[in-house]
C-alpha cells in the first residue's frame, strides 16, 4: 500500500538553528501535502498545506518565515523550521494526498524535534 | 468555526466492548474518520465514513453515524490490550483535504 516517509525522525537541536524536516510519498504522487503539529497529550493541529509547485497555505496563527514549507517535486514537501527555540520543540507529522486513486490521506510516521 | 470533541479518557475491560464518542459542528463535513496513535508513533487510519451514511462495520470495529445530531461513535469489540492507544476522530469537507481533529481519547484496556 502507500507509504509516506517523514526523515528526520527524531531530532535534537540547539536554539538558533534550523532544522529541515523531510515528507516523502513512496509510491504515489501527492499534489497536495499537510503538516500538522502535535503537543504532548493534544491534537494535532494542522500549520500549513503543502501543494507542489506554488506556495503554501498556512493556517492562522502560524508564521510562514518561522515554518517553511517547499513542495518542489510531486513526492516531496519540506518543513524547515528556522532559527529554532526550546517552544518549537514538538511532533511534526505530515500528511500526503493519493489524488489519483481514492483520495485517501497517508501520514507519515512523525519527527520529534527537542530544542535545547 | 469547526470544532471536533471528544471524552479525553476511556478505561474498560480487556474482552468488553470500547465506545468513543465524538461530536463535529461542520455541517459540511462529509468524511469522518478514526486513527490510531500509539505512543511516540504517527497516525494508523482504523477506519472512515461517508456522511450519507449511517453505519460501517469492519472486523471488531463499527462506526455510528447521526449526521443530524453531528455525533459519530466508534466501538471496538472484544477490546484487547493491544488496543490501547490514543483515538482520534477527524472530520473532512472532502477527501484528501485538510483534517480538523478531535483532542483525542485515551483508551485504557485492562486485563
Known amino acids: 500500500g502507500a507509504v509516506v516517509s517523514q526523515h528526520p525522525s527524531r531530532v535534537i537541536c540547539k536554539s538558533g538553528t534550523s532544522v529541515k524536516i523531510e515528507c516523502r510519498s513512496l509510491?504515489?504522487?501527492?499534489?497536495?501535502m499537510f503538516w500538522y503539529r502535535q503537543f504532548p497529550k493534544q491534537s494535532l493541529m494542522l500549520m500549513a498545506t503543502s501543494n507542489e509547485g506554488s506556495k503554501a497555505t498556512y493556517e492562522q496563527g502560524v508564521e510562514k518565515d518561522k515554518f517553511l514549507i517547499n513542495h518542489a517535486s510531486l513526492t516531496l514537501s519540506t518543513l524547515t523550521v528556522t532559527s529554532a527555540h526550546p517552544e518549537d520543540s514538538s511532533f511534526y507529522i505530515c500528511?500526503?494526498?493519493?489524488?489519483?486513486?481514492?483520495?485517501?490521506?497517508?501520514f507519515g510516521e512523525g519527527s520529534r524535534l527537542t530544542v535545547l | 468555526g469547526e470544532d471536533v470533541e471528544q471524552s479525553l479518557f476511556l478505561s474498560v475491560r480487556e474482552g468488553d466492548s470500547s465506545v468513543i464518542n465524538c461530536t463535529y459542528t461542520d455541517s459540511s463535513s462529509t468524511y469522518l474518520y478514526w486513527y490510531k496513535q500509539e505512543p511516540g508513533a504517527g497516525l494508523q487510519l482504523l477506519t472512515y465514513i461517508f456522511s450519507n451514511m449511517d453505519m460501517k462495520q469492519d472486523q471488531r470495529l463499527t462506526v455510528l453515524l447521526n449526521k443530524k445530531d453531528k455525533h459519530l461513535s466508534l466501538r471496538i469489540a472484544d477490546t484487547q490490550t493491544g488496543d490501547s492507544a490514543i483515538y482520534f476522530c477527524?472530520?473532512?469537507?472532502?477527501?484528501?483535504?485538510?483534517?480538523?481533529f478531535g483532542q483525542g481519547t485515551e483508551l485504557s484496556v485492562k486485563p
Open positions: 500528511s500526503a494526498s493519493n489524488r489519483k486513486e481514492s483520495g485517501e490521506l497517508f
Open positions: 509510491d504515489f504522487q501527492a499534489t497536495t
Open positions: 477527524a472530520e473532512s469537507a472532502n477527501q484528501g483535504g485538510k483534517l480538523i
